[in-house]
């Protein structure tokens, strides 16, 4: 295949250490077949039968797997700056919801928004995050809230992913937030349920996801939501525990839950019922940054209990309006105490974990030649540096 190509002297973090950590190689060589790859080791192993393959030197620049950012809304209409300065000016991001802001005034922007801007537009984020090296990216419906808008925006997610070199994983996320002039019960099971129907007919949905909170969805209503998603065979993660503990991230890990997503408020024995489900922490730094929250994720627990953490942007126009994976790996080390190999690994193995994909996140044989190369020594440097984007190459499926 004319993709195939030995990449050699690099410095390789291939994550997949199964003790944790990099998984550094020094001086190591990468051989790509048909889009994978087919072996990776220090230079001087190389195989007898990769020796006659194309070759191009990294010049001893570091290699890690392509980054995924795993929890996006990239998918949107408008912007909700005028929110911004009102949160500035002392108005909290509830008092804001109940005002009529908040997610609801994006909803009324993207049912506003044609598919074709709505395309445009998202088609930029997805360029921003291809250029810090991204090559998964999840994107969220939940700012339709009605059947037409739903399916509008995952439609929209999938064209991205087309006209793209990267892979989109769609969630449907219907149950993000109550319209206007609705009762949430009401609203479940006369839009929810049917537009995830609808969006799972289509082939639209990847996963199912929920927003379960004060402002939003209680845990009968997702509980709900996630039947109806297990009837159809798609798994589900839950935004939980974000601004309070409602119980979400138990009803989470009952589901068997892909990830729980925020977990600012989870408590150890929601820790406990996430390594039992082997349901992955979605970290998302930039909302606990942009609504200046201060209770932390329960990090320790997540770590003595051995709950995988991943790392996501949360790019959406209200909580996290944040177009940078490698800005959430800074906010998360310094935020909120991950180390700088724990948050690669976060944008990295566990980011795919979260995703359920089995084929990239790490730099293994046979897995996908998904690689980012970077203009840094260390790999530390990633998280380390605030708005520096130190990418040199992104290899997709083995093209450079
Ligand atoms: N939690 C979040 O952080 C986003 N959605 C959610 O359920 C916020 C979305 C928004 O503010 O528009
Ligand atoms: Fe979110």
Redo the contacts with the bound molecule.
Sequence with gaps: MPGDQLFINARIATMADAAGGYGLIEGGAIAVRDGAVEWVGPGVDLPEACHEMPRRSLEGRLVTPALIDCHT?LVHGGHRAREFEMRLEGASYEEVARAGG??VS?VGATRDTDEEQLYAQALRRVDALIAEGVAVIEVKS?YGLDIETELKMLRVARRLGEARPVRIVTTFLGA?AVPKGMEADAYIDEVCLPALEAAHAEGLADAVDG?C?GI?FDTGQIARVFDRARALGLPVKL?AE?LSNIGGTKLAASYGALSVD?VEYADEADAAAMAEAGSVAVL?PG?FYTLHETRKPPVDAFRARGVPMAVAT?W?????PMGSLLLAMNMACTLFGLTPSEALAGTTRNAARALGLGDCGVIARGKRADLAVWDVEDPAELSYRIGVNPLHARIYGGVL
Excluded: C, M, V, Y
Excluded at 316 to 320: A, C, K
């Design positions: 809304h908040g997610i994006t939940g993000h927003f909170e939003a935004h974000q925020h998302l909302a949360d959406n126009p209200g909580s996290s």
